[in-house]
């Protein structure tokens, strides 16, 4: 009489149990840092969605808006403003992806102490550039390692 056996045994479940285990540990270990990186290319695409919306509002006001606000979003109907327009620059303003925060928005006071001139725009990168921001660039936010200027 010929008993075969069929199956497999306990060794060989465990070992393909534990690789199966491996390449998974080891699957979501990589796939992280293409999340950091796909978050931190939103960030950057944020910045410069808001950077395109700030340029155009200045075409049309001849300064910077003093916030991220309703100015840059809805509609400006202030016949006192130098800036009287019911344009909309952008349809929102973007926020973090991760902390939903709005991004440190930085403008400066021309000469004249009435208008802006200029502006720097931050974020905080999961995985920070080669280079780093210079200190104080960013106001007071410190954790912030990404800039973004006026052209």
Do not use: W
């Amino acid at each position: 009489m010929n008993f075969v056996k069929k199956g497999f045994t306990l060794i060989e479940l465990l070992v393909v149990i534990s690789i199966i285990g491996i390449l998974l540990a080891l699957s979501v270990f990589g796939l992280q840092g293409a999340r950091q990186s796909a978050r931190d290319a939103r960030r950057k695409s944020d910045l410069e969605e808001i950077r395109s919306g700030l340029e155009i509002y200045k075409a049309d006001c001849d300064s910077y808006p003093a916030a991220l606000s309703s100015q840059l979003v809805g509609t400006v109907d202030d016949p006192s403003s130098a800036c009287s327009t019911k344009n909309t620059y952008i349809s929102h303003v973007p926020t973090d992806p991760v902390t939903s925060d709005s991004y440190p928005y930085y403008p400066v006071l021309a000469s004249d102490g009435v208008t802006y001139n200029k502006y720097t725009l931050c974020a905080t990168l999961e995985q920070p550039p080669a280079s780093p921001i210079p200190t104080g660039d960013c106001g007071s936010c410190s954790t912030c390692n990404y800039e973004v200027i006026n052209p």
